[in-house]
């Protein structure tokens, strides 16, 4: 019997391949867009938990370290093709903390 193919990710902190299940999806969710194709709202960027959200995404190891040296190499930033504000990586590493907490 063939085993399971497990999917692996490169961490944008770290570099490293690791398997899907134990990184933290990064999302940047779709630009809103009128008929004529002009952007209304750009997409928000939020912590994908469960994998399932729609959009680019992204991936960070469950630590701070991590997401530090994504955010002090801009690679969030060079994989949603967009500046990202200070107060998302804070909403950011509040919420992996917070996330860390919950057992």
Do not use: H, W
């Amino acid at each position: 019997m063939r085993q399971k193919k497990i999917p692996m990710r490169k961490c944008t902190g770290c570099g490293e391949m690791k398997q899907k299940n134990t990184l933290i999806r990064v999302v940047k969710s779709p630009d809103l867009k009128d008929e004529d194709g002009n952007i209304l709202q750009k997409g928000e960027i939020s912590l994908d938990l469960t994998g399932k959200k729609a959009g680019r995404g992204a991936y960070v190891c469950n630590n701070m370290l991590c997401l530090n040296a994504a955010k002090k190499a801009k690679r969030l930033e060079r994989a949603f093709s967009c500046k990202i504000p200070e107060e998302v990586y804070a909403k950011l590493a509040e919420e992996l903390a917070a996330e860390k907490n919950v057992p």
